[in-house]
Every structure is written in C-alpha cells, then in structure tokens.
C-alpha cells in the first residue's frame, strides 16, 4: 500500500466512518464504544478529522478508530476501510509502520504486578467501603494498584482469556471525577472480561452477563458466576464471536440485569442475538445498574 493511499483513507471523513462503524453521530458526538459509556463522551473534529473521547481518553484518525472499534490490524483496518468506500487500494505487502509495531500487548511487562497484588488505601476505600466487595473475589480477579509520578493512584485491572493468559490491562483514575478516567496501556485487549471462571462453571449453572468490570465485581461478590462486557454501547464484532464461542462450548444458562437506561435495553436485545436463551431481570427502581443495586442491599 502507497502511503498516498493511506492518505485517502485518512481523508475519509470521520463521522461518515464512525457511523459506518454503527456508532449514532448527533451534534458531533457519540457514545465512546471504548469505555462503559451513557453521557455521548466521543467528540468529533472535522477540522482535524479525528476523535478523542474525553473519559477514556480513546484518540486517533479514521484507522486509529477502525483498528480499536473492529480489533483489527493496522493492515486490516486499511482494507476495511477501503471496501467500505470502494477505494481500490494495491494489496502488496505494507511497509513497515512503527505506530502499528508498537500496538501490540506486551504481557511480560504487567504479569509480574498481578502475581502480587497490592491494593494501596485508596483502591482499599473503593473496592471494599463504596463498592463493598468481597475480599475473595478482589483476590481471584488479582486486582492491583499502583501510583503515577505525580501521585495519581490507579486500580488495574486484568484481562485474562480463558487459558489464564494476560491480554490487556485497565488502568482505573481512583480519584472521582479526574479525567481520564481509564487508561489502556498499548495493545490491550480488554475484551469479554473474567473469562476464566467459564471453567468453573458447571453445566447448566446461570452465567450472569454484566456491563462493565466493576458491575462483574459486585455479581461475583453476590455469589454469582458472571463475566462482562466492556461498553453499553456496542458489541464489537470480537465480541461477538468470543461469546457466541462461550455459547457453543459450554451449556450454561445466560442472565442479566440490564442498565435501567435506553443504552442498557439496547444491549440487551444485541445481546439475545447472540445468546437466543438469555434471562432479562430488571433492576428495582432508583437502581441504574446492578453495582448501586448490590450496594443498597
Ligand atoms: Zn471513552
């Protein structure tokens, strides 16, 4: 591919990519598919045709948000957004692109923080005073938290896949209302969270399907087996296929508790589409998801 070309799918206007891409563009805005979303936090600068979501902290042109919506490839990305816009591109080998060198995952340099986790007292007051979570389930999902240079305490969360193999890492700000609020270290992968406890499960046992980790967090603590989604706002199409996977290898009984918004029915229906047998339970009123709900028992 010709870097001129390149140049074309970077000129692609990022609105017109970012709907193609399902998301529901209003006034320059979106609901950011990167983070648990509910506020339209994804602005749009069409002077610089690019994003930025101002939570997750998300940024990029119209590949950047290819690459992280769909999961894909420097390369791939490329070709999609080509064939979505019937631009002919030469499909000779790419020349090496440093940016996307960089964006894989390097596991060794986290796994060492979640074999000795260490929760300092600000992760200590959020995970067990507001969220009261169980101390077993905080030790099984091997949370940990560390401080940045200028003393910013973050919770960081791993993401593991079924084999128990570190794919990405969720840095979480513990101060309230300090942006940006969650930070991803190159690469990760923080997919369908808490897939390990798929081989806990015993057949026919009730698998609960949370959004979020912190949601997960308050199912486990409540004595159920669940993994979780990462966005309200869309499934990617990894996603997708992860689950539909969790479905055909394991017979389990699907459940959920829908955020108490128009995003969390939404994701409710995407969701029955995939697993045709999921349970719907709704949340008592004053309840927006099942965390507050855990919390107020
Ligand atoms: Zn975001």
Same mark, same amino acid.
């Given at each position: 591919?010709? !870097? ?142 560390? !401080? ?14 079924? $084999? ?37 499960? !015993? ?85 927006? $998801? ?8």
């Amino acid at each position: 591919m010709e !870097k001129y070309e390149i140049q074309k799918l970077r000129d692609l206007p990022i609105e017109g990519v970012a709907e193609r891409l399902g998301l529901r563009v209003v006034r320059h805005k979106a609901l950011c598919p990167f983070h648990d979303d509910h506020h339209a936090s994804l602005s749009f600068s069409v002077r610089r045709n690019s994003f930025r979501c101002f939570v997750c902290g998300a940024s990029g042109g119209t590949i950047d948000l290819v690459m992280r919506h769909l999961s894909l490839g420097f390369r791939e990305a490329c070709r999609w957004l080509a064939d979505e816009h019937n631009i002919i591109i030469d499909h000779s080998p790419l020349t090496i692109d440093h940016s996307a060198a960089q964006k894989t995952f390097d596991a060794t340099r986290y796994e060492r923080f979640f074999e000795r986790p260490w929760l300092n007292e600000e992760a200590r007051k959020f995970l067990f005073e507001e969220r009261k979570l169980d101390p077993r389930v905080v030790r099984w999902c091997r949370l940990t938290s560390w !401080k940045d240079r200028q003393g910013v305490p973050w919770l960081q969360t791993p993401y593991y896949d079924r $084999d128990g193999k570190l794919v990405g890492v969720q840095n979480r700000n513990l101060i309230k209302g300090a942006l940006p609020r969650f930070r991803f270290p190159q690469g990760s992968r923080c997919g369908i969270y808490n897939l390990p406890v798929l081989n806990l499960l !015993k057949p026919g046992e009730a698998l609960f399907i949370t959004e979020g980790c912190s949601d997960c967090w308050a199912m486990l603590s409540a004595g159920h087996k669940a993994i979780a989604i990462p966005s309200a706002t869309l499934l990617t199409k990894r996603d997708v296929e992860q689950l539909s996977m969790v479905n055909g290898q394991c017979s389990m009984e699907f459940h959920m508790f829908p955020d108490r918004d128009e995003p969390g029915e939404r994701l409710f229906l995407q969701l029955q589409k995939v697993l045709p047998s999921l349970v719907h339970h709704q949340l008592p009123p004053g309840c927006k $998801d099942f965390g507050e709900y855990y919390q107020s028992r």
